[in-house]
Protein backbone atom coordinates (compact mmCIF):
# COMPACT_ATOMS: atom_id res chain seq x y z
CA UNK A 1 0.00 0.00 0.00
CA UNK A 2 1.00 3.45 -0.63
CA UNK A 3 1.40 5.66 2.45
CA UNK A 4 0.24 9.12 1.79
CA UNK A 5 2.04 10.75 4.79
CA UNK A 6 5.78 9.74 3.58
CA UNK A 7 7.47 13.07 1.88
CA UNK A 8 8.46 10.92 -0.94
CA UNK A 9 5.54 11.78 -3.90
CA UNK A 10 2.97 8.90 -4.87
CA UNK A 11 4.78 8.54 -8.18
CA UNK A 12 8.11 8.18 -7.00
CA UNK A 13 6.83 5.26 -4.34
CA UNK A 14 4.92 3.79 -7.15
CA UNK A 15 8.24 4.41 -9.40
CA UNK A 16 10.59 2.49 -6.38
CA UNK A 17 7.50 -0.13 -5.38
CA UNK A 18 7.66 -1.02 -9.27
CA UNK A 19 11.62 -0.88 -9.71
CA UNK A 20 12.40 -3.39 -7.08
CA UNK A 21 9.72 -5.88 -8.73
CA UNK A 22 11.58 -5.25 -11.68
CA UNK A 23 14.83 -6.20 -10.00
CA UNK A 24 13.07 -8.69 -8.22
CA UNK A 25 12.33 -10.74 -11.80
CA UNK A 26 7.99 -10.33 -10.66
CA UNK A 27 7.29 -9.74 -14.30
CA UNK A 28 8.05 -13.29 -15.52
CA UNK A 29 6.65 -12.48 -19.04
CA UNK A 30 8.65 -9.36 -19.14
CA UNK A 31 5.62 -7.16 -19.44
CA UNK A 32 4.20 -4.84 -17.02
CA UNK A 33 0.74 -4.54 -16.41
CA UNK A 34 -1.47 -1.78 -18.48
CA UNK A 35 -1.41 1.82 -17.12
CA UNK A 36 -5.82 0.93 -16.17
CA UNK A 37 -4.55 -1.85 -14.39
CA UNK A 38 -1.88 -0.11 -12.21
CA UNK A 39 -4.04 2.87 -11.25
CA UNK A 40 -6.26 0.13 -9.96
CA UNK A 41 -3.63 -1.32 -7.80
CA UNK A 42 -2.52 1.61 -6.24
CA UNK A 43 -5.54 3.75 -6.13
CA UNK A 44 -4.06 6.96 -8.32
CA UNK A 45 -4.97 8.56 -11.40
CA UNK A 46 -3.53 7.78 -15.00
CA UNK A 47 -1.69 10.72 -14.82
CA UNK A 48 0.39 9.46 -11.37
CA UNK A 49 1.41 6.28 -12.86
CA UNK A 50 2.53 7.76 -16.59
CA UNK A 51 5.00 9.72 -14.28
CA UNK A 52 6.09 6.67 -12.59
CA UNK A 53 6.74 4.48 -16.10
CA UNK A 54 9.18 7.42 -17.17
CA UNK A 55 11.14 7.26 -13.82
CA UNK A 56 11.97 3.50 -14.67
CA UNK A 57 11.99 4.01 -18.41
CA UNK A 58 14.68 7.09 -18.04
CA UNK A 59 16.39 4.43 -15.43
CA UNK A 60 16.54 2.01 -18.22
CA UNK A 61 14.84 -0.72 -16.48
CA UNK A 62 11.65 -0.84 -18.81
CA UNK A 63 11.02 0.16 -21.95
CA UNK A 64 7.68 1.51 -23.44
CA UNK A 65 6.77 1.13 -26.99
CA UNK A 66 3.60 2.94 -28.40
CA UNK A 67 0.78 0.14 -29.24
CA UNK A 68 2.61 -2.51 -27.47
CA UNK A 69 2.38 -1.86 -24.18
CA UNK A 70 5.10 -1.46 -21.04
CA UNK A 71 8.26 -4.20 -21.01
CA UNK A 72 10.94 -5.11 -19.09
CA UNK A 73 14.31 -4.05 -20.77
CA UNK A 74 16.03 -6.73 -22.45
CA UNK A 75 19.84 -6.27 -22.41
CA UNK A 76 22.53 -7.24 -25.01
CA UNK A 77 25.21 -8.86 -23.21
CA UNK A 78 28.56 -8.16 -24.90
CA UNK A 79 31.77 -10.49 -23.95
CA UNK A 80 34.71 -8.74 -23.26
CA UNK A 81 36.92 -11.13 -24.33
CA UNK A 82 40.12 -11.83 -26.26
CA UNK A 83 38.93 -11.66 -29.70
CA UNK A 84 36.73 -8.79 -30.11
CA UNK A 85 33.21 -10.44 -31.47
CA UNK A 86 30.26 -8.33 -31.70
CA UNK A 87 28.36 -9.67 -34.46
CA UNK A 88 29.02 -13.13 -33.12
CA UNK A 89 27.69 -12.30 -29.93
CA UNK A 90 24.45 -10.60 -30.98
CA UNK A 91 23.52 -13.68 -33.14
CA UNK A 92 24.81 -15.95 -29.98
CA UNK A 93 21.36 -14.18 -28.69
CA UNK A 94 19.43 -14.44 -30.99
CA UNK A 95 19.77 -10.73 -32.45
CA UNK A 96 20.09 -9.55 -35.86
CA UNK A 97 23.34 -6.96 -36.30
CA UNK A 98 23.73 -3.61 -38.41
CA UNK A 99 25.24 -1.32 -39.08
CA UNK A 100 24.70 2.46 -40.28
CA UNK A 101 28.28 3.74 -41.42
CA UNK A 102 28.60 7.71 -41.01
CA UNK A 103 31.83 8.30 -42.54
CA UNK A 104 35.04 7.03 -43.52
CA UNK A 105 37.96 9.47 -43.85
CA UNK A 106 42.13 9.56 -43.85
CA UNK A 107 42.88 11.86 -41.57
CA UNK A 108 46.13 12.58 -39.85
CA UNK A 109 46.30 10.91 -36.28
CA UNK A 110 45.64 12.87 -33.09
CA UNK A 111 47.92 12.04 -30.03
CA UNK A 112 45.85 9.69 -28.77
CA UNK A 113 45.16 7.68 -31.36
CA UNK A 114 49.22 8.31 -32.31
CA UNK A 115 50.33 6.75 -29.25
CA UNK A 116 47.94 3.97 -28.61
CA UNK A 117 48.34 2.52 -32.83
CA UNK A 118 52.10 3.63 -31.54
CA UNK A 119 52.47 5.71 -34.99
CA UNK A 120 53.89 9.43 -35.60
CA UNK A 121 51.79 12.39 -34.96
CA UNK A 122 51.57 12.79 -38.38
CA UNK A 123 50.63 9.68 -39.66
CA UNK A 124 47.67 9.31 -41.69
CA UNK A 125 44.81 6.74 -40.05
CA UNK A 126 41.91 6.03 -41.57
CA UNK A 127 38.72 6.30 -39.69
CA UNK A 128 35.29 4.26 -39.81
CA UNK A 129 32.69 6.54 -37.84
CA UNK A 130 29.30 4.43 -37.66
CA UNK A 131 26.01 3.20 -35.32
CA UNK A 132 26.00 -0.18 -34.58
CA UNK A 133 22.32 -2.10 -34.21
CA UNK A 134 20.74 -4.86 -32.58
CA UNK A 135 17.67 -5.98 -34.15
CA UNK A 136 17.71 -2.40 -35.32
CA UNK A 137 17.87 -0.87 -31.96
CA UNK A 138 21.45 1.70 -31.63
CA UNK A 139 23.32 -0.09 -29.20
CA UNK A 140 26.42 1.77 -29.71
CA UNK A 141 27.91 4.45 -31.53
CA UNK A 142 32.12 4.38 -32.72
CA UNK A 143 35.04 5.68 -34.32
CA UNK A 144 37.59 3.10 -35.38
CA UNK A 145 41.08 4.31 -36.71
CA UNK A 146 43.49 2.10 -38.58
CA UNK A 147 47.29 2.91 -40.41
CA UNK A 148 46.22 4.24 -43.31
CA UNK A 149 49.16 3.25 -45.25
CA UNK A 150 48.76 -0.92 -44.16
CA UNK A 151 44.94 -0.75 -44.52
CA UNK A 152 44.52 1.27 -47.73
CA UNK A 153 42.18 -1.52 -48.94
CA UNK A 154 39.94 -1.52 -46.24
CA UNK A 155 37.62 1.15 -46.93
CA UNK A 156 36.07 -1.27 -50.35
CA UNK A 157 36.79 -4.66 -48.11
CA UNK A 158 34.80 -2.80 -45.23
CA UNK A 159 31.84 -2.22 -47.64
CA UNK A 160 31.60 -5.43 -49.41
CA UNK A 161 31.79 -7.15 -45.97
CA UNK A 162 29.84 -4.80 -43.55
CA UNK A 163 32.11 -6.33 -40.88
CA UNK A 164 35.47 -5.11 -39.55
CA UNK A 165 36.55 -8.61 -38.98
CA UNK A 166 35.82 -9.98 -42.24
CA UNK A 167 37.71 -6.48 -44.44
CA UNK A 168 40.54 -7.15 -41.71
CA UNK A 169 41.04 -10.60 -42.91
CA UNK A 170 40.71 -9.54 -46.80
CA UNK A 171 43.44 -7.35 -45.95
CA UNK A 172 45.59 -10.15 -44.52
CA UNK A 173 45.18 -9.96 -41.11
CA UNK A 174 43.59 -13.42 -40.53
CA UNK A 175 42.66 -12.75 -36.54
CA UNK A 176 43.52 -10.36 -34.04
CA UNK A 177 43.14 -9.66 -30.84
CA UNK A 178 42.01 -7.26 -28.05
CA UNK A 179 45.16 -5.94 -25.98
CA UNK A 180 43.60 -3.07 -23.83
CA UNK A 181 40.07 -1.90 -23.13
CA UNK A 182 39.50 1.10 -21.06
CA UNK A 183 36.19 1.62 -19.22
CA UNK A 184 34.90 4.59 -17.76
CA UNK A 185 30.77 5.73 -17.64
CA UNK A 186 29.98 9.24 -18.44
CA UNK A 187 26.82 11.32 -19.39
CA UNK A 188 26.59 11.24 -23.19
CA UNK A 189 27.23 14.62 -25.76
CA UNK A 190 24.72 15.92 -27.90
CA UNK A 191 25.97 13.91 -30.50
CA UNK A 192 25.93 10.73 -28.78
CA UNK A 193 22.38 10.85 -27.44
CA UNK A 194 21.29 11.92 -31.00
CA UNK A 195 22.92 8.55 -32.74
CA UNK A 196 21.89 6.51 -29.70
CA UNK A 197 18.44 7.61 -29.95
CA UNK A 198 18.44 8.31 -25.89
CA UNK A 199 18.45 11.15 -23.59
CA UNK A 200 21.00 13.60 -22.48
CA UNK A 201 20.66 12.72 -18.68
CA UNK A 202 20.83 8.94 -19.33
CA UNK A 203 24.63 7.23 -19.11
CA UNK A 204 26.93 5.72 -21.32
CA UNK A 205 29.76 3.07 -21.19
CA UNK A 206 32.07 4.56 -22.93
CA UNK A 207 34.94 1.85 -24.01
CA UNK A 208 38.66 2.62 -25.47
CA UNK A 209 40.13 -0.78 -27.76
CA UNK A 210 43.64 -1.52 -28.90
CA UNK A 211 43.12 -4.48 -30.67
CA UNK A 212 46.66 -6.00 -32.30
CA UNK A 213 47.34 -8.55 -35.22
CA UNK A 214 48.96 -12.29 -34.61
CA UNK A 215 52.45 -10.72 -34.33
CA UNK A 216 51.29 -8.19 -31.73
CA UNK A 217 51.60 -5.49 -34.10
CA UNK A 218 49.07 -2.90 -32.98
CA UNK A 219 46.15 -2.21 -35.90
CA UNK A 220 42.65 -0.61 -34.81
CA UNK A 221 41.89 1.95 -31.76
CA UNK A 222 38.21 1.90 -31.25
CA UNK A 223 36.40 4.73 -29.59
CA UNK A 224 32.99 3.47 -28.55
CA UNK A 225 30.41 5.04 -26.89
CA UNK A 226 27.59 2.10 -25.81
CA UNK A 227 23.75 2.94 -24.46
CA UNK A 228 23.80 2.07 -20.82
CA UNK A 229 20.59 0.86 -20.63
CA UNK A 230 20.76 -1.71 -23.49
CA UNK A 231 24.20 -3.30 -23.23
CA UNK A 232 25.91 -5.24 -20.19
CA UNK A 233 29.57 -6.52 -20.22
CA UNK A 234 30.95 -9.76 -19.09
CA UNK A 235 34.68 -10.32 -18.55
CA UNK A 236 35.83 -13.56 -20.24
CA UNK A 237 37.47 -15.89 -18.30
CA UNK A 238 40.87 -15.95 -18.56
CA UNK A 239 41.01 -12.06 -18.99
CA UNK A 240 42.35 -9.87 -16.12
CA UNK A 241 41.03 -6.17 -14.78
CA UNK A 242 37.90 -4.87 -13.86
CA UNK A 243 35.16 -4.77 -15.49
CA UNK A 244 31.76 -2.12 -15.69
CA UNK A 245 28.46 -3.38 -16.08
CA UNK A 246 25.30 -1.77 -16.87
CA UNK A 247 26.34 2.32 -15.85
CA UNK A 248 23.76 3.74 -12.71
CA UNK A 249 22.82 6.62 -11.27
CA UNK A 250 26.05 7.39 -10.33
CA UNK A 251 27.27 8.48 -13.66
CA UNK A 252 30.13 10.69 -14.36
CA UNK A 253 29.54 13.90 -15.72
CA UNK A 254 30.33 14.54 -19.59
CA UNK A 255 33.11 16.67 -18.65
CA UNK A 256 35.06 15.35 -15.86
CA UNK A 257 37.08 11.41 -16.72
CA UNK A 258 37.56 9.14 -14.05
CA UNK A 259 40.37 7.09 -14.01
CA UNK A 260 38.96 4.09 -16.17
CA UNK A 261 38.96 0.29 -15.67
CA UNK A 262 41.76 -1.72 -17.94
CA UNK A 263 41.62 -4.94 -19.15
CA UNK A 264 44.70 -6.35 -20.72
CA UNK A 265 48.21 -4.84 -20.74
Known sequence: MLDPEKRLTLWRQIADRLAEEVTAGRFGDGRLPTEPQLAARFGVNRHTIRR???VLADQGLI???????TFVARHLEYVLGRRPRFDADLRSQGREP?????SVATIEADP???????????????QIEMIAYADGVAVSYGIHSFPARRFAALPNAFADTNSITAA?????????????TRLLTRLP?????RYLEQALSRPVL?????????????IQRSLVVFAGD??????????????IGRPGSGAQPANRRPSPAIIGG
Open 206 to 218: QAEAINADLANVR
Open 98 to 102: GRCVL
Open 230 to 243: RVQFRLAGGSTGET
Open 112 to 126: ATARDLRLNRSAPVL
Open 189 to 193: SEREA
Open 63 to 69: TVEQGLG
Open 168 to 180: LVRCGVTDHTREV
Open 52 to 54: AIG
